[in-house]
């Protein structure tokens, strides 16, 4: 998987490596594999657990799905510090239409400068230029005005509204080729 460039951003893919020394808590590895200072929070067991919606076992079974477009948003300005990250919830294929779902997330205190609409977009470009994607999806709460835009900006349309079991209310978002 390439990387990609944004005016401010590299879009760094993540391997089965990286994943794993997160998940095993090893910071420095992390940081070297990546080639970035990381925020002093991140990266943490929760958030991995939360983003990848897998345990490391599933993503072993298969990374290349299971990781597939997965990228670290990294700046290009100044020193190389890890902002934050753009996954897909697994590869789309004819198991699934061609269709897959986006999800992102800037460290706190870089949130507010557009590093997610910057890497979302081009995350979601690449994808859309991928053979077989035909759809990208997202979802954000009503209230998180934020992540409506980043969707907005990116170019997906409202779609719909579900109901999520631990969420409650979600609107549905899409990006087709």
């Given at each position: 998987?390439?990387?990609?460039?944004?005016?401010?951003?590299?879009?760094?893919?993540?391997?089965?490596?990286?994943?794993?020394?997160?998940?095993?808590d090893?910071?420095?590895?992390?940081?070297?594999?990546?080639?970035?200072?990381?925020?002093?929070?991140?990266p943490?067991?929760?958030?991995?657990?939360?983003?990848?919606?897998?345990?490391?076992?599933?993503?072993?079974?298969?990374?290349?799905?299971?990781?597939?477009?997965?990228?670290?948003?990294?700046?290009?300005?100044?020193?190389?510090?890890?902002?934050?990250?753009?996954?897909?919830?697994?590869?789309?294929?004819?198991?699934?239409?061609?269709?897959?779902?986006?999800?992102?997330?800037?460290?706190?205190?870089?949130?507010?400068?557009?590093?997610?609409?910057?890497?979302?977009?081009?995350?979601?470009?690449?994808?859309?230029?991928?053979?077989?994607?035909?759809?990208?999806?997202?979802?954000t709460?009503?209230?998180?005005?934020?992540?409506?835009?980043?969707?907005?900006?990116?170019?997906?349309?409202?779609?719909?509204?579900?109901?999520?079991?631990?969420?409650?209310?979600?609107?549905?978002?899409?990006?087709?080729?």
């Amino acid at each position: 998987m390439p990387v990609l460039f944004t005016p401010r951003l590299e879009l760094v893919p993540i391997t089965l490596p990286f994943v794993e020394a997160v998940m095993l808590d090893r910071r420095a590895d992390v940081e070297r594999m990546a080639g970035a200072v990381l925020p002093r929070n991140w990266p943490g067991r929760t958030l991995i657990e939360r983003a990848f919606s897998a345990s490391l076992d599933d993503i072993r079974a298969d990374p290349d799905k299971r990781l597939w477009g997965d990228r670290l948003m990294i700046t290009r300005e100044g020193e190389r510090r890890l902002v934050g990250s753009v996954i897909f919830h697994g590869r789309p294929d004819a198991t699934n239409d061609g269709v897959t779902d986006v999800g992102y997330g800037v460290e706190d205190s870089m949130q507010g400068q557009g590093y997610a609409t910057e890497g979302t977009r081009a995350q979601v470009d690449w994808a859309l230029s991928q053979p077989g994607v035909k759809k990208i999806c997202a979802t954000t709460p009503p209230w998180h005005t934020a992540s409506i835009r980043v969707l907005e900006k990116s170019g997906f349309h409202r779609v719909g509204l579900e109901e999520h079991p631990f969420l409650g209310e979600i609107l549905c978002f899409a990006r087709e080729r």
